[in-house]
């Protein structure tokens, strides 16, 4: 069990720094490596299918960032910027958006759950075919949802 848990972690940076600039790669590493990576510069990097449960994003830049079918699940990305990021048929099971920048983030098919939005700035989502429970993301108008903070 121990050399199979070392092999993925050695393994793991492998698969997600195509497109990473020298500038972002060793702080995806970290991520990779530690599953944190607080105010962290991600814009545009490749996460596609990244498990990531339960990482400490807070205040991370993940600008334009592709998490297509990653595994979000209990992430902590209060203050993340995630402008234009493709979270498609992303797994966001109580993940803590508290003011984030969610602009232009494309939520097809994803499921989110449970999830904190509380002051998150949601201009032009894509919410198309996403599974959304518990979580103050609607279409806007007067039947907006307004669910509280955590606590």
Request: net charge negative; hydrophobic share 45%; glycine share 10%.
């Amino acid at each position: 069990m121990k050399i199979k848990l070392v092999a993925v972690l050695i393994a793991t940076p492998l698969f997600f720094t195509g497109a990473v600039s020298a500038q972002n790669s060793q702080q995806l590493q970290r991520l990779l490596q530690t599953n944190e990576c607080i105010k962290c510069n991600l814009s545009g990097v490749d996460l596609i299918g990244a498990h990531l449960i339960g990482a400490d994003l807070r205040g991370a830049n993940l600008k334009g960032a592709n998490l297509t079918r990653a595994n979000i699940e209990g992430a902590d990305l209060t203050g993340a910027n995630l402008e234009g990021a493709n979270l498609s048929s992303t797994f966001a099971t109580n993940v803590n958006f508290k003011q984030a920048d969610l602009d232009r983030v494309n939520f097809a098919n994803a499921k989110i759950h449970n999830s904190n939005v509380y002051q998150a700035s949601m201009n032009d989502l894509n919410i198309a075919g996403a599974d959304i429970v518990e979580t103050g993301i609607g279409i806007g108008g007067e039947e907006a949802i307004n669910l509280p903070d955590w606590d």
